[in-house]
């Protein structure tokens, strides 16, 4: 069994990516897993189902080859981006050092990472650890959801009307390929419901 990486999709344009099942893999009760957009393509596919199944299990049962197959495939790509999670997120503080390493052993991949297990990254800090200056990490935001943030990182936003968005805040265009604003900047950003 590998790890299995996507070459990219619709939005993200050739940016390869890695995702795990939607809602399993997330932080139970935050408000996105009952409209969460990811569902319907684990749904309707089953060879995307399998993939992100797959790559739970391994990051699961085998963390060791999980990290080691994207490794390899960051080593014999050399890709300028890489997107963790379209679907999923950072299951623990160990999964989220590894994603730190391998920005570190790859200082010419920009990565990428939104995520919702925000106690995860806290504690990653807080214990004393810095984040690569080539990865870079969104907390994902939602109305009345309490965002705990004590390290300043950029929030996400999904604009729908009810929001709070600050006026600093990057409108995506919605096409990560021609964008990569998010790849570059830890500038808080919002996108468009559709």
């Not at 963790?84 to 920005?103: E, K, P, T």
């Not at 729908?160 to 919605?174: L, Q, R, T, V």
């Amino acid at each position: 069994m590998n790890t299995v990486i996507s070459k990219g999709n619709k939005k993200l344009g050739g940016i390869p990516n890695i995702s795990l099942p939607p809602v399993w893999s997330c932080v139970k009760g935050v408000p996105c897993s009952k409209g969460c957009y990811a569902l319907k393509a684990y749904r309707m596919y089953p060879n995307v189902k399998t993939a992100w199944n797959n790559n739970l299990a391994m990051a699961k049962t085998n963390r060791i080859k999980y990290f080691s197959d994207i490794n390899d495939f960051l080593k014999n790509k050399k890709p300028v981006y890489f997107r963790w999670h379209v679907a999923g997120d950072i299951l623990d503080v160990n999964y989220f050092r590894w994603m730190n390493d391998l920005a570190y052993m790859h200082p010419n991949t920009k990565f990428l990472s939104f995520t919702k297990n925000y106690k995860v990254v806290n504690e990653y800090v807080k214990n004393g650890n810095e984040i690569p200056e080539n990865l870079v990490v969104y907390y994902s935001a939602w109305p009345g959801y309490v965002i705990d943030n004590p390290y300043d990182f950029p929030i996400a936003f999904m604009q729908d009307g009810n929001e709070m968005i600050p006026d600093s805040a990057f409108k995506c265009p919605g096409s990560c390929e021609n964008c990569k604003h998010c790849f570059v900047t830890w500038q808080s950003v919002y996108f468009i419901k559709h």
